[in-house]
Structure formats: C-alpha cells, structure tokens
C-alpha cells in the first residue's frame, strides 16, 4: 500500500475509486464488467495526468514531504538491487557498531567496491534500530575506517546519504559528534580512490556532508540537500518550526536548486510519482549514473582524485566573489 502526502490526496480519491471499481469488476455481468473496464481505464488515465502535474510542479515544501516519505527505497534497497557479493562491515573499532550507517564491500557491474550510506530502516522497529538514520559518532568513525580500508585495497567508494542530520543527544556529544564528522569529512577528502556521493532521500546538515564530499555527487530528482533540516532553520530564525514550508522556500535544497548552484554534479529522474512508486526504476537509473560517474574517473590516479575532490569543493561558493 502506498502512503499518500498530504498534496496527494486528490490522486488518493481518484486512486481509490479505481480500487473499488476493480472490486466490482469481476462481480457482475459482461456488459456491466465492460462499462467498469471503460470507466477505470478513463479514471487511470486522469489519475495519471494529474499524478505527472502535481509531480512536475512540486513546491521545495513538497519536495522535502517526498524526500522523507516512509516508502522510499533504503540503503539495502540500493544495494541489494546493485551491489553483488555484498559483504557487510560493522564497528568503528573503538565503541560499538551504529546501525544508522551501514556498509561493506560487494561488486558493482563486476568492479569491487565499498559502499557506505545510512540506512532509517522500513518499519516502526527496524527505523528504531537505525536510530531513523541518525548516526552517532561511532557511525561516522566506522565510515572513516571503511574508506580507510578502500584506500588501501583501491576500491571505489560508493556513498548512499540519506539522513535528516546527525543524533544531537548527549551521548553523541560526550563521544565527540562534532570531530566525528570532521574526521569522515577529511577522510572523504584524504583518499585516493574515487569517491561517487549519492543524495537519496534527506541530506542534512553536516550529518550528510560526512559521506557526501565526493568527486561526484548525484542527486535523486526529489531528494534535499542543506546545511540544516527546515524545520531546524524555521525555529533558529523565527523561533517556530511551523514556518518551515517559507524556511525551504529560501534554502535552496532541490536537486534543481543545487544542480543549478554546481554543488551536485548529476541529478537523475525518479519514476512518475517519485522514487517510492516504483522504486526498481528509480534504483536502475541511479545504478546507471553512478556507473558513468565512475568511468570518468578510471584514468585518474589517486594523485590527481584527490587533487580533483578538493579542488570542487573549494571553488563551491567562489563564482562572483570579487
């Protein structure tokens, strides 16, 4: 069953007339099962019109609704879909293993690679048990040491980023959230493999940064990327999360915005409806910009991925500065 938004509910209502027209269908008489058949065909097509328009005009707001809906393809979608011979890797070898980061190394289109993203997990226990894809210090020191280790075995690192922010409790402070993210950060921009950032759902903060300080990033078509989630921006400037939908407006968090800006580098369609309708295509699609990312980069030696990485991050920001 699909979750429908809260802008969704006019497809809703023609999406469960059909449902209940389909339920009448095998009941009654041929001539009768002829003119439901006409009349689902003729809601289906309308429903599917209006489907592609609320999609094609989405507001940041609206964006951000889909970026976060529950039914999106996870970490384990990505790479199950993906990724062959995946072998996971857990523990940041100084606390305990975050189950809000995942990764491993497996194959991708036959080249070995490591992969590292958050995963919120699909239902009301496995999202507790991924702390939502909030990471604590030690998902961001596992991330580090597993981009350490492509380092040394020359795999590609493959990065899925889809987090509201890093875990703000006390506990994550007390173990050093901040330098945390800084040292995956550096990592990311340390190596000499080639990094592919992928933004999937919720970029956030520096939570997101950690994993995402790629030599390309790509974006998902309704996926947000921002140094602070909405709602977060809402409550620091006009001390109330409840302007959030103005908050996005001004931030400049689509994939559109930001392809526009340069800080992502690719942004791939999802399926009419958005990444959670039919998520296989959308999986499919991102697997093929990934594979395209890499290819630009198998003449470059570390020397110069390196060079690359910091180099785009630093000029990010400079265009029109005097």
Not at 102 to 122: D, L, P, Y
Not at 210 to 223: D, K, Q, Y
Not at 271 to 286: D, F, K, M, Y
């Given at each position: 069953?699909?979750?429908?938004?809260?802008?969704?509910?006019?497809?809703?209502?023609?999406?469960?007339?059909?449902?209940?027209?389909?339920?009448?269908?095998?009941?009654?008489?041929?001539?009768?099962?002829?003119?439901?058949?006409?009349?689902?065909?003729?809601?289906?097509?309308?429903?599917?019109?209006?489907l592609?328009?609320?999609?094609?005009?989405?507001?940041?707001?609206?964006?951000?609704?889909?970026?976060?809906?529950?039914?999106?393809?996870?970490?384990?979608?990505?790479?199950?879909?993906?990724?062959?011979?995946?072998?996971?890797?857990?523990?940041?070898r100084?606390?305990?293993?975050?189950k809000?980061?995942?990764?491993?190394?497996?194959?991708?289109?036959?080249?070995?690679?490591?992969?590292?993203?958050?995963?919120?997990?699909?239902d009301?226990?496995?999202?507790?048990?991924?702390n939502?894809?909030?990471?604590?210090?030690?998902?961001?020191?596992?991330?580090?040491?597993?981009?350490?280790?492509?380092?040394?075995?020359?795999?590609?690192?493959?990065?899925?980023?889809?987090?509201?922010?890093?875990?703000?409790?006390?506990?994550?402070?007390?173990?050093?959230?901040?330098?945390?993210?800084?040292?995956?950060?550096?990592?990311?921009?340390?190596?000499?493999?080639?990094?592919?950032?992928?933004?999937?759902?919720?970029?956030?903060s520096?939570?997101?940064?950690?994993?995402?300080?790629?030599?390309?990033?790509?974006?998902?078509?309704?996926?947000?990327?921002?140094?602070?989630s909405?709602?977060?921006c809402?409550?620091?400037?006009?001390?109330?999360?409840?302007?959030?939908?103005?908050?996005?407006?001004?931030?400049?968090?689509?994939?559109?915005?930001?392809?526009?800006?340069?800080?992502?580098?690719?942004?791939v369609?999802?399926?009419?409806?958005?990444?959670?309708?039919?998520?296989?295509?959308?999986?499919?699609?991102?697997?093929?910009?990934?594979?395209?990312a890499l290819?630009?980069?198998?003449?470059?030696?570390?020397?110069?991925?390196?060079?690359?990485?910091?180099?785009?991050?630093?000029?990010?920001?400079g265009?029109?500065?005097?």
């Open positions: 069953m699909i979750s429908f938004l809260d802008f969704e509910k006019p497809i809703a209502e023609l999406e469960s007339k059909i449902h209940e027209l389909r339920q009448l269908g095998g009941d009654g008489e041929a001539n009768l099962e002829i003119d439901i058949d006409e009349e689902v065909g003729r809601l289906q097509a309308k429903a599917d019109q209006l592609r328009e609320t999609y094609d005009r989405l507001t940041p707001w609206q964006k951000v609704q889909v970026a976060r809906h529950p039914n999106r393809p996870q970490f384990n979608d990505y790479v199950s879909a993906l990724i062959d011979d995946f072998t996971p890797l857990s523990g940041d100084a606390f305990a293993d975050d809000a980061v995942a990764g491993g190394i497996g194959r991708f289109q036959g080249r070995s690679v490591m992969v590292i993203g958050h995963e919120k997990g699909t009301t226990q496995s999202r507790v048990r991924h939502f894809g909030m990471a604590r210090p030690e998902g961001y020191r596992k991330a580090a040491r597993l981009m350490r280790l492509a380092d040394r075995f020359g795999l590609a690192v493959i990065t899925l980023v889809d987090t509201q922010g890093a875990y703000p409790g006390i506990g994550a402070e007390e173990r050093g959230q901040a330098e945390a993210i800084a040292r995956s950060t550096e990592t990311c921009l340390d190596i000499r493999v080639p990094l592919i950032a992928c933004i999937v759902g919720e970029g956030g520096g939570g997101a940064v950690a994993l995402a300080t790629g030599n390309s990033v790509i974006m998902l078509e309704h996926a947000v990327y921002s140094v602070i909405p709602e977060g809402a409550s620091i400037l006009w001390h109330s999360a409840e302007r959030a939908q103005e908050a996005a407006e001004a931030m400049k968090l689509t994939a559109q915005d930001l392809s526009e800006l340069k800080v992502v580098d690719k942004v369609e999802e399926s009419i409806g958005g990444a959670h309708r039919n998520p296989a295509s959308t999986v499919a699609a991102l697997g093929e910009a990934i594979a395209e290819a630009g980069f198998d003449d470059s030696d570390g020397g110069q991925l390196r060079h690359h990485r910091r180099e785009k991050f630093l000029e990010m920001g265009a029109g500065i005097a």
